[in-house]
């Protein structure tokens, strides 16, 4: 197995909770990262469907299946919808919603790299590919 | 249970739409309450788009010029034994047209004599004879009363109502009917012929100007009625609701499956309790009668279509006796391989119909 890199995504104070940065992995590979309440996570920028840039799409809740003509909203902000068809994908295990089992996006290693303590707390966002 | 008839042997068949008519107005209307027997039987007028020919057979007439449908004797003769057929479920499709009846007082009383005539007059008649119940979909507490009324009674296998409606039949407001169904253990069937009649809607793209135009149409208001059934809810919230779609079709389902399902995975957050893909419900609970079959150029491509549908689960003889566009059970399809033409001819229907 390849040795893990380190990509440098940008500092934390660029990356708040709720927003998306989508980086070029220099080795043709396009990956999101997303700030979900305070955690990093990165998913590979192509929905398995269709080939869609998946990571462009909105990040929302979902309906979790219900009894008919309830709508029980959760998991706001930790969902990504392909922009193409709308598929649901979790943004926390990159698994689909639909058919989590099968049907899944890649999903990377998270980390922050903290340089120097002292001067800056946040440290720099990295993903392990 | 399968009967050997001399025409077929080995032949095990069911056929899941064969029509009895009143043999006059007044089969029906002696069997209403007095007042509505002083109205007489009106249905709501059609589209006025007339079939060249008629839509019952001429040669089924009876000896003096019955109307066809109207004497068991002769259906006996010209179905039943000619064919072999072991089971056939009685439709009355002229009375189904209650069922868009703006007056639903008159349209439930209809639905009860109906009901009462069938039991009476044809069940009787031979025990090769299976019944619909008829329901008035318009006013679905009192159609559910009906369904707890009848149910029950010796050889009545089925509820039916017309697939012609002013609201689809996904709604809520028929959840009284498929609660009561359930309860009594009875599929529920729909069959047309109240498309653009009385208050029903009409088809999507608007009025249809021949006879050719409105019965071609009336597959697409089978397909918004099954898309809505899922949709909606109605197969979710009744998990032993059983579905006929008669008289429909059936060419359109793998498209229809196919949509649904593709739309479902993108979309399935406006109907959250569809927990998993549309066409496991309907492969699990919905069923299609044959008739009239679809006549692809080449007899493999019907056989494609059927693979596409899983005939072998979904799919249910009928001829539509004895109506125009009525399908031979010797004609109808291509060589089958055996064990999807024993599903289609036989089991699909006594299991659906527990016989």
């Known amino acids: ?24 992995a220099g080795d043709g590979r396009s990956i999101g ?7 990093y996570y990165a998913l590979r920028n192509l ?14 809740g979902m309906n979790e299946p219900s009894a008919v003509g309830e709508f029980r909203w ?4 930790e969902i990504l919808r392909c922009p193409w068809h709308g598929w649901e994908f979790d943004i926390l295990t990159g698994r689909s919603v639909f058919c989590p089992e099968k049907v ?10 903290t340089f120097d303590a002292g001067v800056d707390e946040a440290g720099m966002v990295i993903v392990r590919i | 249970m399968a009967g050997e008839s001399e025409v077929n042997p080995g032949w095990s ?14 089969e029906i209307v002696s069997r209403l309450p007095a007042y509505f027997r002083t109205q007489g039987l009106v249905l709501p007028g059609g589209p006025g788009l007339p079939h060249p020919t008629g839509v019952r057979r001429v040669d089924a007439r009876g000896p003096r010029g019955e109307p066809a449908g109207s004497l068991p004797e002769k259906m006996q003769e010209q179905l039943l034994d000619a064919y072999g057929v072991d089971f056939a479920v009685l439709i009355e499709a002229k009375l189904l047209t209650v069922g868009v009846h703006p007056d639903t007082h008159f349209g439930n009383e209809i639905a009860r004599a109906h009901n009462d005539w069938l039991r009476e007059k044809w069940l009787p008649a031979d025990p090769r004879f299976l019944g619909s119940m008829l329901i008035n979909p318009l006013d679905p507490v009192a159609a559910a009363a009906e369904i707890r009324r009848v149910a029950g009674s010796e050889r009545i296998v089925q509820v039916v109502m017309t697939s012609a409606t002013r609201i689809p039949l996904g709604d809520r407001i028929y959840w009284p009917i498929y609660e009561a169904a359930c309860e009594a253990g009875l599929p529920v069937a729909v069959h047309p012929g109240a498309e653009g009649k009385g208050v029903a809607g009409q088809f999507t793209a608007g009025f249809p100007a021949s006879y050719l135009e409105w019965h071609t149409n009336l597959s697409q208001n089978f397909m918004a009625q099954l898309t809505s059934l899922l949709c909606r809810g109605a197969m979710s919230q009744f998990p032993e609701l059983r579905f006929v779609m008669v008289e429909g079709g059936f060419g359109w389902v793998p498209h229809l499956l196919w949509r649904l399902d593709k739309n479902w995975k993108g ?19 919905v069923r299609f009668t044959s008739q009239p079959v679809e006549e692809p150029p080449s007899s493999d491509q019907l056989l494609e279509l059927l693979h596409m549908m899983q005939a072998e689960r979904t799919l249910m003889f009928s001829s539509d006796y004895p109506h125009w566009d009525n399908d031979s059970p010797l004609r109808a399809f291509p060589r089958l391989p055996e064990e999807m033409k024993e599903r289609i001819f036989w089991k699909n229907a006594a299991e659906l119909y527990r016989l």
């Open chain 1, 1 to 24: 197995m390849k040795e893990k890199r380190t990509i440098h995504v940008c500092p934390a104070a660029e990356l708040p909770p709720g927003s998306r940065k989508i980086i070029d």
């Open chain 1, 33 to 39: 990262v997303f700030n979900v309440h305070g955690n």
């Open chain 1, 47 to 60: 929905c398995p469907h269709a080939g869609a840039e998946l990571c462009q799409g909105i990040v929302t």
């Open chain 1, 74 to 77: 959760t998991r706001e902000g």
């Open chain 1, 104 to 113: 899944r996006v890649a999903t990377y290693e998270t980390g922050v790299e």
């Open chain 2, 13 to 26: 068949l069911i056929d899941c739409d064969v029509h009895c008519v009143p043999l006059h107005a007044d």
């Open chain 2, 267 to 285: 979309l399935r957050s406006t109907v959250p309790w569809l927990d998993r893909l549309p066409s496991e419900y309907v492969l699990e609970r």
